[in-house]
Nanobody, 115 residues
């Protein structure tokens, strides 16, 4: 199982970034794919998730600004489009694949939003 996250970088407040997570080695119809983030000195928190059926959910702090989507081509790629970025969005972002029995994490990608 591999989850390969990319797309992080440095952006000014108000700008946009799109993160990508390439998912391989699992059957997507059994998993929820999520994006989490961890800011310095803070606990990891959920940002957005997309269920196997396509239903999405978002943290209140990113609703209306972030969009999660999935490309079901092989390999599957899950995107996190981040608009209107704020300095408080600065964090390492991780993608996650979770089923009833398993929980997989990718490596993080750093997003830094300057004011």
């Amino acid at each position: 199982v591999q989850l390969q996250a990319s797309g992080g970088g440095l952006v000014q407040a108000g700008g946009s970034l799109r993160l990508s997570c390439v998912v391989s080695g699992i059957t997507l119809d059994q998993y929820t794919i999520g994006w989490f983030r961890q800011a310095p000195g803070k606990e990891r928190e959920g940002v957005a998730a997309i269920r196997s059926g396509g239903m999405t959910s978002y943290a209140d702090s990113v609703k209306g600004r972030f969009t999660i989507s999935r490309d079901n081509a092989k390999p599957t790629v899950v995107y996190l489009q981040m608009n209107s970025l704020k300095p408080e969005d600065t964090a390492v972002y991780y993608c996650n694949a979770r089923s009833d029995s398993y929980d997989y994490w990718g490596q993080g990608t750093l997003v830094t939003v300057s004011s």
